[in-house]
């Protein structure tokens, strides 16, 4: 009985581990995989970018919109209290 419950639940988590892996050919270093990321040859180019968005984890994403939100957010937050910085002036002088 134990030896088919332990069969079902590592069955069924393969599973699981096969919907997101690193080790997919388009997360592989250019060496591996065949995959020539600086390269603009057409051979390159017509398979694609392989480390488009929906190749993505769901938690790099996550971190991809934080990190662009937190980079906004300061870049905001410079222009506006150290205007000069960026050769403007202050509105309130």
Do not use: H
């Not at 250019?30 to 769901?58: D, F, H, V």
């Not at 994403?61 to 050769?87: H, S, W």
């Amino acid at each position: 009985m134990s030896a088919a419950i332990f069969a079902r639940a590592s069955a069924s988590a393969a599973r699981r581990a096969a919907t997101f892996s690193t080790s997919a050919r388009a997360m592989r270093p250019a060496a591996e995989s065949g995959i020539n990321m600086g390269s603009a040859s057409a051979a390159s180019a017509s398979s694609g970018s392989a480390w488009a968005w929906r190749n993505l984890s769901p938690k790099t994403r996550q971190y991809v919109k934080i990190g662009a939100a937190t980079c906004a957010a300061t870049d905001a937050f410079v222009l506006y209290n150290y205007p000069e910085m960026v050769g403007l002036k202050k509105v309130s002088e």
